[in-house]
């Protein structure tokens, strides 16, 4: 493409980013580094485009955040004569475009409204009606599960768009578990953990884990405490005893999958679930709940029941008797290996051409 590719990146402005933040990290760099050498112009408030690395700014459009209330109506920002205007969430922009596209993530208010304000739910559901009702829209969906779903609202099969998300960082590496242990050790953790990450809200299991990793470790203490990394989101997440370090930096948290003794994450529900992924990645034993779409059918993952604190348990300690070992690492890395933002780039221009 000669024109430009409009790419929103709002959500990187917002308190609790979380996936989203990372989808949009991810496909601006796979853009960036693909051979067909698209003009990208990331679209959105000044603090998200400071929070891109250099090279990814280079043509960035700043947005007023009072623009962005209105990107349901006018692409405020875009510049004219866009080849993609690309909404990386429900926010928008749905138009300025030759072509116009939105990544659609999950339906989880929907699945589990009671995890979201009523506020955010007619948010979405609002957002949701309007761009089904939009046939101009094409739908690129993150979720395994979401194009069997839009179907059965109605939505034909030509607008619809699967693209895969990457966990593969090339510009950043991993800190030196010398540096791990220092993390650790400033909040109390000596020796071996067992970690959590993404962030703190009910839809997350936070209570069911804590009470499941208390009775887990009581009979195999080499799990360690229960280590949290990740910022606070909506509604109370208790974490008990647990050991809580908010947000670190990416290669501490690198550092830290590559460190743990497993790696647990137990959603009552999700979308698509990129920790579990990132963990596999840097070679860990997982534990992970069947709700989580982006595991489902990986082999090398232990998958759990999130509404039964004994299964997370016995999860936990069947986890940590798996082998460990180089081969067993590079085998659990291979197997998530589909998952790069090279192929995510990719397949977002097959569903613009």
């Known amino acids: 493409m000669t ?25 601006l760099r796979g853009l960036h580094d693909t051979s067909h050498h698209p003009t990208v112009v990331p ?39 866009a080849a993609v205007v690309h909404a990386t969430s429900m926010m928008g922009p749905f138009g300025g475009g030759d072509i116009v596209s939105v990544a659609l993530h999950d339906l989880l208010w929907r699945d589990v409204p009671e995890a979201t304000t009523p506020r955010g739910v007619r948010f979405h559901e609002q957002r949701l009606q309007y761009i089904l009702g939009r046939e101009d829209i094409r739908l690129l969906t993150v979720s395994p599960l979401l194009p069997p779903r839009l179907r059965a609202l109605g939505v034909p099969s030509e607008r619809i768009f699967p693209v895969r998300l990457g966990v593969d960082e090339s510009t950043v590496t991993p800190a030196s578990p010398e540096r791990v242990r220092e993390v650790l050790a400033a909040a109390g953790v000596h020796g071996p953990f067992t970690l959590h990450a993404g962030t ?29 990394v990740g910022p606070d989101g909506w509604g109370a997440a208790p974490t008990g005893n647990a050991v809580v370090l908010g947000m670190v930096d990416r290669d501490v948290l690198l550092g830290l999958y590559r460190d743990a003794m497993v790696v647990a994450y137990v959603p009552l529900a999700e979308g698509f679930g990129l920790p579990p992924v990132e963990a596999l990645r840097a070679g860990a034993r997982v534990v992970v709940s069947n709700t989580c779409p982006s595991v489902a059918d990986n082999t090398e993952v232990v998958l759990v029941d999130p509404l039964d604190e004994g299964a ?16 067993i690492r590079a ?3 291979q197997s998530v290996a589909d998952y790069s933002w090279a192929n995510c780039a990719e397949d977002h221009l097959r569903a613009w051409s």
């Open 43 to 81: 679209l959105g408030p000044s603090s998200a485009i400071a929070a891109l690395e250099p090279e990814l700014r280079r043509h960035a459009r700043a947005v007023p955040s009072w623009q962005l209330r209105g990107w349901r109506y006018r692409p405020f920002g875009a510049p004219s004569g």
């Open 331 to 333: 085998r659990r890395t």
């Open 3 to 27: 024109r430009p590719i409009v790419v929103s990146i709002d959500q990187l402005s917002r308190p609790q980013p979380g996936g989203i933040a990372s989808y949009v990290h991810g496909l």
């Open 312 to 327: 997370i348990a016995d999860g936990l300690i069947t986890a940590l008797a798996l082998r460990d070992d180089e081969h």
């Open 200 to 228: 703190r809200e009910p839809r997350k299991n936070t209570q069911r884990l804590v009470r499941a990793h208390a009775t887990a470790v009581h009979q195999h203490r080499e799990l360690g405490p229960l280590v949290f």
